[in-house]
């Protein structure tokens, strides 16, 4: 089994910054995407962003232009730069793979907050 955690969430005014990261305990193969979603409050989750093991990046509408998908597979670890943050961006921020194997335990999320 492989465990995520996400972390990196905190409170920040409107046009700040922050950068989450998604650590895996192992590697993670044989998949089609690593992925970060979120759930703003009482609503439900959604894709963010997500990136293929080739490198490719693709992006919510919402959100393109001010977040960047990244990952070091050196450090079994994906990254989402938010710039330019919303009010609207408020919410627990979670990582997982597509598929998501069984195998790959998501973690709890990180919270992000956003103030105006």
């Known amino acids: 089994q492989v465990q995520l955690v996400e972390s990196g969430g905190g409170l920040v005014q409107a046009g700040e910054s922050l950068r989450l990261s998604c650590a895996a305990s192992?590697?993670?193969?044989?998949?089609?995407?690593m992925v970060w979603y979120r759930q703003p409050p009482g609503k439900e989750r959604e894709m963010v962003a997500a990136i293929t093991p080739g490198g490719i990046a693709n992006y919510a509408d919402s959100v393109k232009g001010r977040f960047t998908i990244s990952a070091d597979n050196t450090k079994n670890t994906v990254y989402l730069q938010m710039n330019s943050l919303r009010p609207e961006d408020t919410a627990v921020y979670y990582c997982?793979?597509?598929?998501?194997?069984?195998?790959?335990?998501g973690g709890q999320g990180t919270q992000v907050t956003v103030s105006s």
């Open positions: 192992g590697r993670i193969v044989n998949i089609n995407a």
């Open positions: 997982n793979a597509d598929p998501p194997f069984g195998w790959i335990l």
